[in-house]
């Protein structure tokens, strides 16, 4: 009895903790998959976009390339983080690409503050560069959207042809 007595509490307590722990690590995960489904979508909605526009003018969809979505996802995490729109580190981009998926051409569009995919694809449709990227003979493409702490979105579109 008296070893009952003195387990008893100590086996509470790690009931306690782990029940706890395991609550709060739930909470946050969900959070994170809302954010990120958040995200995801607004990405995949201006890949659609861009295709349906190619599409409208005779030429072959993009298909989403998972290695030039991360390396966007990537890139637009550092350019939230600079709080700047660039394109440093394009060329370490292109090499990843040629290692990694066998890539010959590429082109990389990039915005921040729009309101979403729409008007982040007027924004590109508007500008002579970034359109020539849109309409240009690529097969493949990564997105990504993401939001600052300010709750502004930033935009990576990366163009390859395999």
């Known amino acids: 009895m008296k070893n009952i007595k003195f387990y008893l509490p100590i086996l509470m307590l790690l009931s306690l903790m782990v029940s706890c722990s395991d609550e709060d690590v739930t909470e946050t995960s969900e959070l994170e998959m809302v954010s990120s489904t958040e995200e995801m979508t607004i990405s995949e909605e201006i890949l659609t976009l861009v295709n349906e526009h190619r599409e409208s003018i005779g030429l072959s969809e993009l298909e989403n390339n998972e290695t030039a979505a991360e390396l966007a996802k990537a890139h637009t995490a550092y350019m939230i983080s600079i709080n700047e729109i660039n394109h440093d580190g394009f060329n370490n981009r292109i090499v990843v ?3 990694e998926e066998n890539a010959r051409f590429f082109a990389e569009n990039v915005a921040k503050f729009q309101s979403g995919a729409a008007t982040v694809l007027d924004s ?4 002579e560069d970034h359109k020539k990227n ?3 003979d690529y ?3 990564g997105v990504a959207a993401l939001k600052d702490e300010d709750g502004r979105l930033y935009f990576t579109q990366i163009f390859l042809k395999k």
Not at 124 to 127: I, T
């Open 124 to 127: 590109w449709l508007n500008s």
């Open 134 to 136: 849109i309409e240009g």
């Open 97 to 99: 690409l040629q290692e």
């Open 139 to 141: 097969t493949h493409s």
